[in-house]
Antibody, heavy 118, light 111 residues
Framework: EVQLVESGGGVVRPGGSLRLSCAASGFKFDNHGMNWVRQAPGKGLEWVSGISWNGGTIGYADSVKGRFTISRDNAKKSLYLQVNSLRAEDTALYYC???????????WGQGTMVTVSS | QSALTQPASVSGSPGQSITISCTGTSSDVGYYNYVSWYQQHPGKAPKLVIYDVSNRPSGVSTRFSGSKSGNTASLTISSLQGEDEADYYCSSYTTSSTLGVFGTGTKVTVL
């Protein structure tokens, strides 16, 4: 079964850090670009960051640039998002998603919740 | 990079067709044929229904179709059914270093 499973979310104070992880299974991980998409409670979808199959192309939303870092380990079939200098507006459900084409996400994880609160 | 613009809500009766627009710029929707559409039911993860403007993933109903003209892409749902009531989002690849952007989202109501 093709599956993405996120972990690493939690409650953190403003200015804090977390490392989100995504474990892939059921498909050839290094054939696909991977991305993180987030959704604040009751709000719409926001693309956060993406990385090509070999890590050669990386992009970030302006709202997270300089604070978040995406990476991948193809040997471990895993995607990561290091989130630093967290703000209240970063509170959201973070989805790990697989590219089927450019910014076309055919497989979604269940999400990991990040809550930034003092 | 600003979000793509979608109408907040669209409604239709069962059996009718509806169209949702997604307006961007010449740096995203208008530049590439890389527009996708997602359906999201409450409490669920989004589901891809159209990619690369007009391609349907395997298993998606043929009632869903996509098109693009200039800086505006469109999703048409024909023969509207109750199960189509959901939120719909478009997304596009962009020329900027940010790579991707979503639309503002549209709530579809089946009357």
């Amino acid at each position: 079964e093709v599956q993405l499973v996120e972990s690493g979310g939690g409650v953190v104070r403003p200015g804090g850090s977390l490392r989100l992880s995504c474990a892939a299974s059921g498909f050839k991980f290094d054939n696909h670009g991977m991305n993180w998409v987030r959704q604040a409670p009751g709000k719409g979808l926001e693309w956060v960051s993406g990385i090509s199959w070999n890590g050669g192309t990386i992009g970030y939303a302006d709202s997270v640039k300089g604070r978040f870092t995406i990476s991948r380990d193809n040997a471990k079939k895993s995607l990561y998002l290091q989130v630093n200098s967290l703000r209240a507006e970063d509170t959201a459900l973070y989805y790990c998603v697989r590219d089927v084409s450019y910014i076309a996400f055919d497989i979604w994880g269940q999400g990991t919740m990040v809550t930034v609160s003092s | 990079q600003s979000a793509l613009t979608q109408p907040a809500s669209v409604s239709g009766s069962p059996g009718q067709s509806i169209t949702i627009s997604c307006t961007g710029t010449s740096s995203d929707v208008g530049y590439y044929n890389y527009v996708s559409w997602y359906q999201q039911h409450p409490g669920k993860a989004p589901k891809l229904v159209i990619y690369d403007v007009s391609n349907r993933p395997s298993g998606v109903s043929t009632r869903f179709s996509g098109s693009k003209s200039g800086n505006t892409a469109s999703l048409t749902i024909s023969s509207l059914q109750g199960e189509d009531e959901a939120d719909y989002y478009c997304s596009s690849y962009t020329t900027s270093s940010t790579l991707g952007v979503f639309g503002t989202g549209t709530k579809v109501t089946v009357l």
